[in-house]
Each structure stands twice: as structure tokens, then as C-alpha cells.
């Protein structure tokens, strides 16, 4: 093998992290009210085996050969029922991953030419969908709290391999997790870390 067969593998190979991933994209819609930018959450189905009855935005697992703009699209347009041409991607926000292998791609998007009380959302999906002024999230900060992270070795981990073995000093993490609150809603976790990344932008 040569440099130059090295080089063109590397630069034609995937650059997602490696290993056990699972990848999913949202769209963190944007659309006007009274004049008012809001973003627009869903409330999930209690019918829904995962996370049933919590808030998050439209958005699901990343398919075998869509984008993940695509894969938000799809998502959005499967759990609102609303046309690809009610959305316009605005472009997307950081990458959020969490402490169990998912990594979730965001996506700024507003809804436009539609009213929020015309949208016939999946009910098998959504429970129902709400709307908060996009100033609320500027204007007030998160509470944040966190949990700690730590190395939990399978049994017949192989200690011996280790330089101190069974004392090895593994390093522990501190996983955030922020909460917005607003009126009767509680918004929180991996949702209200991607409006966090949102609003510093803006700010």
C-alpha cells in the first residue's frame, strides 16, 4: 500500500464518529405569530414506547443514504403533516451528543405560508404541539444540573491488561442537563440543550 491509496481512503471515508453510534436529526422550527417569532415544540404521544409524554422538537433516526437535513425534513413532515414547502432550513445549529451513544444533528428551520391552528399533526405521534416566544429563551437562562459519569467495567474486564489493574484512576464526567420552564411546560434534557446552543448564537 502507497501514500497515495492511504490518502484517497482517508479522504474518501466517512468522518461521523466511529463505533457504536446511533445518529438522528430534529428541525428546531421557527414560525410567526402575532407578528412574533416562536419556536414550536411537540408533545409526545403517550402512546410511544420511548420518552412517551415529553417535549421535543420533530425529528428521528437518520436513514441509509439521506442527509440529515433530509432526515429532519422527513421527520418534520411526517409528524406535523405539513408540506416540504412549508419549511425553509435556515442552517444547522451544533451538534449535541449524549453520555449513551446517540448524536442528534439540529437544524434552524421557520414554517412558513401555514397557521399553527391548521396544523394537523400525526396523532400517533404527537399528543399536541405548543408554541414560546423566542424572547423567552433569550431572555431567561436554563437551570442547570448534572450527573456524574463514570467508567462501570463489564464483568471479566480484562484488569491485567491495565497499568495498576483493578486500581486504574478512570476518569469521570459530568454530563449537563439544562431546564427551561415555561407556564405549564417543562422543557428539558437533549431539548432544551439545542435551544441553548441556539440562543448563544443569537446572543
Not at 401555514?114 to 404527537?126: H, S
Amino acid at each position: 500500500m502507497n501514500i497515495d491509496e492511504i490518502r484517497r481512503k482517508i479522504l474518501g471515508y466517512s468522518k461521523d464518529f466511529q463505533g457504536n453510534y446511533k445518529y438522528y436529526a430534529i428541525l428546531v422550527p421557527m414560525i410567526k405569530i402575532n407578528h412574533e417569532l416562536h419556536l414550536l415544540f411537540e408533545v409526545r404521544s403517550s402512546e410511544l414506547k420511548r420518552q412517551p409524554g415529553e417535549i421535543c422538537f420533530p425529528g428521528g433516526k437518520k436513514e441509509l443514504n439521506e442527509t440529515f437535513e433530509e432526515t429532519a425534513i422527513r421527520e418534520t413532515i411526517e409528524e406535523l403533516n405539513i408540506s416540504s414547502d412549508n419549511i425553509e432550513v435556515i442552517g444547522e445549529l451544533p451538534s449535541v451528543s449524549t453520555h449513551y451513544n446517540n448524536i442528534i444533528r439540529p437544524f434552524a428551520a421557520t414554517l412558513k405560508d401555514i397557521d399553527i391552528k391548521n396544523i394537523n399533526y400525526n396523532k400517533g405521534e404527537v399528543d399536541n404541539i405548543f408554541t414560546v416566544p423566542l424572547d423567552f429563551f433569550l431572555n431567561n437562562s436554563p437551570q442547570q444540573y448534572y450527573i456524574i459519569t463514570e467508567p462501570n467495567p463489564q464483568e471479566g474486564f480484562p484488569y491485567h491488561l491495565l497499568p495498576n489493574g483493578e486500581d486504574y484512576p478512570w476518569f469521570k464526567g459530568k454530563y449537563h442537563v439544562y431546564f427551561y420552564q415555561y407556564e405549564s411546560y417543562v422543557i428539558w434534557g437533549l431539548t432544551a440543550k439545542t435551544i441553548l446552543n441556539l440562543v448563544e448564537i443569537l446572543k
